[in-house]
């Protein structure tokens, strides 16, 4: 390999530009292409957040009924079983912002005024 010719690095530098002739906005573009990256990232925040929202509610339960001392034979496994869930979901989310941080250059910030 000369000098001269281009490197892997620089044809991934190209390829990684919006073609010349493209009809997307910019905007567009760069959604696309963290979509494209990230493939399915809203939807799995979604049920994080939504699984995590009914071990809340499931905690809550469950913490009403062992301090009423109803069940709280039944009531306190159920509860940590919960609260297992709600820790599992933030683990889960987590982890998920922490790697789209990771693959993702910092976005410019937008001023709004």
Do not use: C, H
Request: hydrophobic fraction near 40%; charged fraction near 20%.
């Amino acid at each position: 390999m000369s000098a001269d010719s281009p490197s892997d690095s620089s044809k991934e530098r190209i390829s990684s530009k919006q073609p010349a002739n493209s009809s997307l906005s910019p905007e567009k573009y760069a959604r696309l292409k963290a979509e494209t990256k990230a493939p399915y990232r809203g939807v799995r925040r979604f049920f994080y957040l939504g699984f995590a929202a009914s071990g809340a509610m499931g905690a809550f339960i469950f913490f009403t009924q062992a301090l009423a001392g109803r069940d709280v034979s039944q009531a306190l496994p159920n509860l940590a079983v919960q609260l297992g869930v709600i820790a599992l979901m933030v683990w889960l989310l987590r982890v998920d912002q922490a790697k789209t941080k990771d693959k993702s250059p910092a976005a410019p910030n937008k001023i709004n005024s």
